[in-house]
């Protein structure tokens, strides 16, 4: 059986697709190949990386994507939308793509104030995306 890619995305791909990305990675053994893209991709945030170092995650190797890397180019089994502003701007359906699931977190690229309080939204993003993905991966395992 071939693995089933999941293309996580979101606005920036900055922080949220690169966290899911990376504990599908780690997660999802040979089932599943995770990737991530943005709208309009910006660098990895310094926040994202410290927040994945704390988990044993090292993102050196990862960069921000945009989404025409893939469109057309690559079949996804799943197009996993994780934010609310790339929700407006993104087609119901895409060329190359299978069952596309939203999961909105919040932005804490966009988390004002000191580097504390910063790193404390990083963290509580990082965590409710780690659950997340571990719930979809329980969810698929039942329904095989």
């Not at 999941?6 to 920036?12: E, R, S």
């Not at 050196?60 to 934010?83: D, M, P, R, T, W």
Request: aromatic residues 10%.
């Amino acid at each position: 059986m071939t693995a089933t890619r999941v293309l996580f995305l979101c606005t920036g791909n900055t922080a949220r697709s690169q966290m899911a990305e990376a504990f599908l990675c780690a997660e999802g053994g040979d089932d599943y190949e995770a990737f991530s893209a943005g709208f309009t991709p910006r660098g990895i945030d310094p926040l994202t990386v410290k927040v994945m170092e704390e988990r044993g995650f090292d993102l050196s190797g990862q960069h921000a994507k945009g989404l025409s890397e893939y469109l057309g180019k690559v079949h996804f089994g799943y197009l996993i939308n994780l934010c609310d502003r790339a929700e407006p701007g993104c087609p119901k359906t895409f060329p190359g793509m299978g069952t596309r699931l939203d999961w909105p977190f919040e932005d804490p690229v966009s988390s004002d104030g000191p580097e504390e309080e910063r790193l404390a939204k990083f963290r509580d993003v990082r965590d409710a995306i780690e659950k997340r993905v571990r719930e979809w991966l329980e969810e698929n395992a039942a329904g095989r």
